[in-house]
């Protein structure tokens, strides 16, 4: 959330106190977005523990976008006042989550693919544009900017 993140933040830090709400909405989607990094980063992660076996040069790609997913996640979560602590425990029940609906079997993988591949993909890919488009859904005060929500 780099370049985006930053400027919005210093933004609305320095236009003052008519902006206050609008900085409570933005560091919401803030947050939202970190959720989903988050249960992206859980998804990869079982992608790589799962393939590791039979597809070690597939699973090296999962492990590296799990790297690179978790540790934004973990930063987008600091920005908002998220313990790492917290993460680390809310992560542990994404994990089990996803296993039970994989019935803890990698053979069942599917079930995760089908709901989490194409989300995390483009996640990864620019987690910046989906910030915007969480800005925009919390600005028309939606709860929900579609996503395939939490396990």
């Given at each position: ?136 859904c919390v600005r028309a005060r939606r709860r929900t900017c579609g996503g395939p929500g939490l396990p």
């Open positions: 959330m780099s370049t985006f993140v930053a400027v919005v933040l210093v933004l609305f830090s320095s236009i003052g106190s008519a902006t206050a709400q609008i900085g409570d909405r933005i560091k919401r989607a803030m947050g939202d977005v970190a959720g989903e990094l988050q249960v992206c980063s859980v998804y990869f992660r079982i992608e790589w523990s799962c393939l590791r076996p039979q597809e070690p040069a597939l699973a090296r790609t999962y492990g590296e976008m799990f790297d690179k997913v978790a540790e934004s996640a973990i930063t987008s979560f600091r920005r908002v006042g998220v313990w790492d602590e917290v993460y680390a425990a809310q992560a542990s029940l994404y994990t089990e989550a996803m296993m039970k609906a994989m019935r803890g079997d990698c053979t069942n993988i599917a079930v995760l693919r089908r709901r989490y591949s194409k989300f995390c993909q483009r996640l990864s890919g620019d987690p910046d544009l989906r910030l915007k488009e969480w800005i925009t």
